[in-house]
């Protein structure tokens, strides 16, 4: 038990800000790559933080300005990090360069104009989706869009190649078929608590999509790289936005698993 939570606390601490001062003792290789474990339960604490600022803002404001701040808030305890991820990714994949400057982008903390764009795109999708989500949806969508970006990332990293001579990245090709199925499960429970059935084929599709996400990216740089899998999360969370607005649209706000059993 001792080991599952030194695990989980590693995992939160290197994708979040979220302070953890707990002594974790000698952290080796192995804690991290086993820690992949608790992805979607990282995702599920990202989504708290931005769902408590959403419903605090609301209090005061428009919907609109909760949704606003609720994805600053995702910022702060994220330290931007997949956003910024998003960002390089996009100015190296679109520089038109070769496999080796596209990776000496990618490093470059600078921001170009692709990856601004990506950015800017990013945030107007999230904020016009959750917009046109009905108001009392809305909540539900902000908690379960962080969880969705990181339930995913077993496709990306699992049996992936570092495509950098120097450097190692930590999750890619190092993660066990074990971890990833546990992520998968996590991250298939919280869809299927949230969305009945329909969390199922939100999860199949979202999944194929970071499949085919990583397929690209490995065909343009050669493997798969942290800022790659920022991207594929912030890219899984947009769609899953935009999936629920077509289900929306022709089927109606899916009925959760507890609403169901109620």
């Known amino acids: 038990m001792k080991t599952q939570i030194k695990r989980f606390l590693l995992t939160l601490g290197f994708m979040t800000r979220i302070p953890v001062k707990v002594d974790l003792g000698e952290v080796k290789d192995e804690d991290m790559h086993k820690g992949f474990l608790y992805y979607p339960v990282v995702g599920l604490i990202i989504g708290i933080v931005d769902l408590a600022v959403y419903m605090l803002v609301t209090l005061v404001l428009p919907s609109i300005f909760g949704i606003i701040f609720a994805m600053l808030a995702n910022f702060c305890v994220t330290g931007a990090f997949h956003l910024d991820g998003l960002s390089d990714t996009a100015d190296g994949i679109y520089s038109a360069r070769t496999r080796e400057r596209m990776l000496e982008i990618m490093k470059d903390s600078r921001i170009g104009t692709n990856g601004a764009i990506a950015m800017n795109f990013d945030l107007m999708l999230k904020i016009c989706g959750l917009a046109?989500?009905?108001?009392?949806?809305?909540?539900?969508?902000?908690?379960?869009?962080p969880i969705a970006g990181k339930m995913v990332q077993g496709a990306i990293v699992y049996k992936a190649v570092y495509p950098r001579e120097k450097g190692i990245g930590i999750y890619v090709g190092t993660i066990d078929l074990s971890t990833v199925i546990g992520t998968v499960i996590l991250g298939l429970i919280a869809m299927v608590t949230?969305?009945?059935?329909?969390?199922?084929?939100?999860?199949?599709?979202?999944?194929?999509?970071?499949?085919?996400?990583?397929?690209?990216?490995?065909?343009?740089?050669?493997?798969?790289?942290?800022?790659?899998?920022?991207?594929?999360?912030?890219?899984?969370?947009?769609?899953?936005?935009?999936?629920?607005?077509?289900?929306?649209?022709?089927?109606?706000?899916?009925?959760?698993?507890?609403?169901?059993?109620?």
């Not at 108001?135 to 908690?143: F, S, V």
């Open 194 to 262: 949230a969305f009945s059935w329909w969390g199922a084929v939100l999860y199949a599709i979202l999944f194929c999509f970071a499949y085919l996400f990583r397929v690209y990216i490995t065909g343009k740089i050669g493997g798969i790289t942290g800022d790659v899998m920022g991207a594929g999360s912030e890219l899984a969370e947009v769609l899953l936005l935009l999936l629920m607005l077509v289900i929306i649209r022709f089927w109606g706000f899916p009925a959760g698993l507890v609403s169901l059993i109620r």
């Open 132 to 145: 046109a989500i009905p108001a009392e949806k809305i909540p539900m969508m902000i908690l379960m869009m």
